[in-house]
């Protein structure tokens, strides 16, 4: 007898179909998955067209993927997803410390390892200098020496050094410092400038189709890591940035968010207190 095959009843037939899955974890991920599918088909009566419209696009998005572009974290950002996992995922971190964001594809480990008040600019393309800096406490508010800030950002063109290998040197604008006795780090670097994600994809067509910008609110990455506590990473804002209501990849918390002041010499400092929670065993 074959199974039954109407729409009323081919998703409990699919579903039951997955149940001799031996993981169980696998087994919970792909029935939810086929449920919410046959779901999101029925709500919106796709047709075959339509259908054909997504398995294109989705074919596109692999297309797109080499060892440097990620077309699929792209769509994933672009449609909350990869922010969704983050809150899923992060939120119970005790309410007092520094809040985490996107990683976003230009992270590049390695980055080198920087003095206390080093500069990480290696190119000159006008970009506005300005100090990065501030104290790395735990929950308690007792400074912590010793804590690993990987930084990352882009230059005023727009673009991350990764972006541009033949333009930028590798390293330009990426750094990795520690924090001193007292807690302090200290970058020098120039102010990021928003910027648009790759967009000359099928991830940009469908911002596009969908009226949407392609732009991220001026940011510098970071990740903050020392043996004991939870690693964090996060970015930080400008104020002054447009698109912080409207950030492409939904990106922008309010506690990230801080001004670049002009300080006496009339250098640009943007003060940012990152704090780090015990790490949970
Ligand atoms: C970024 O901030 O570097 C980024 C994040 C998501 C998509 C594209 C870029
Ligand atoms: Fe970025």
């Known amino acids: 007898m074959p199974e039954p095959m109407t729409e009323d009843d081919l998703t409990d037939v699919v579903v039951?179909?997955?149940?001799?899955?031996?993981?169980?974890?696998?087994?919970?991920?792909?029935?939810?998955?086929?449920?919410?599918?046959?779901?999101?088909?029925?709500?919106?009566?796709?047709?075959?067209?339509?259908?054909?419209?997504?398995?294109?696009?989705?074919?596109?998005?692999?297309?797109?993927?080499?060892?440097?572009?990620?077309?699929?974290?792209?769509?994933?950002?672009?449609?909350?997803?990869?922010?969704?996992?983050?809150?899923?995922?992060?939120?119970?971190?005790?309410a007092l410390a520094t809040e985490p964001t996107i990683l976003g594809p230009f992270y590049v480990p390695g980055s080198p390892e920087r003095a206390f008040g080093e500069?990480?600019?290696?190119?000159?393309?006008?970009?506005?200098?300005?100090?990065?800096?501030?104290v790395v406490t735990d929950t308690a508010g007792n400074p912590l020496e010793g804590v690993l800030l990987d930084v990352w950002q882009n230059a005023a063109t727009g673009f991350y050094a990764v972006?541009?290998?033949?333009?930028?040197?590798?390293?330009?604008?990426?750094?990795?410092?520690?924090?001193?006795?007292?807690?302090?780090?200290?970058?020098?670097?120039?102010?990021?400038?928003?910027?648009?994600?790759?967009?000359?994809?099928?991830?940009?067509?469908?911002?596009?189709?969908?009226?949407?910008h392609e732009w991220r609110a001026a940011h510098i990455h970071l990740k903050a890591s020392k043996a004991g506590y939870e690693p964090v990473t996060s970015h930080v804002f400008d104020r002054e940035s447009r698109y912080l209501d409207s950030d492409t990849v939904f990106g922008v918390k309010d506690s990230l968010i801080e001004?670049?002041?002009?300080?006496?010499?009339?250098?640009?400092v943007c003060e940012h207190a990152i704090v780090l929670a015990s790490a949970t065993v």
């Not at 999101?40 to 339509?50: G, H, I, P, Q």
């Not at 600019?121 to 100090?131: F, L, R, S, T």
């Not at 990795?176 to 006795?181: E, G, H, I």
């Open 259 to 268: 001004d670049f002041v002009a300080g006496p010499d009339g250098v640009l």
């Open 163 to 212: 972006q541009q290998p033949d333009e930028q040197p590798a390293t330009n604008l990426r750094g990795r410092y520690l924090t001193d006795s007292e807690g302090r780090y200290e970058i020098r670097t120039v102010r990021p400038v928003p910027y648009p994600i790759p967009a000359d994809g099928p991830v940009g067509q469908l911002l596009r189709d969908t009226g949407r």
């Open 16 to 94: 039951a179909r997955l149940e001799a899955t031996p993981d169980p974890r696998l087994r919970e991920i792909t029935q939810a998955l086929v449920r919410h599918l046959h779901a999101f088909a029925k709500e919106v009566r796709l047709t075959d067209e339509e259908w054909l419209a997504g398995i294109m696009f989705l074919t596109a998005t692999g297309q797109m993927c080499d060892e440097r572009r990620q077309e699929f974290i792209l769509l994933s950002d672009t449609l909350g997803f990869s922010s969704l996992i983050d809150l899923i995922n992060h939120s119970d971190v005790e």
């Open 119 to 134: 500069s990480m600019v290696e190119y000159e393309d006008g970009g506005e200098v300005a100090i990065f800096r501030g």
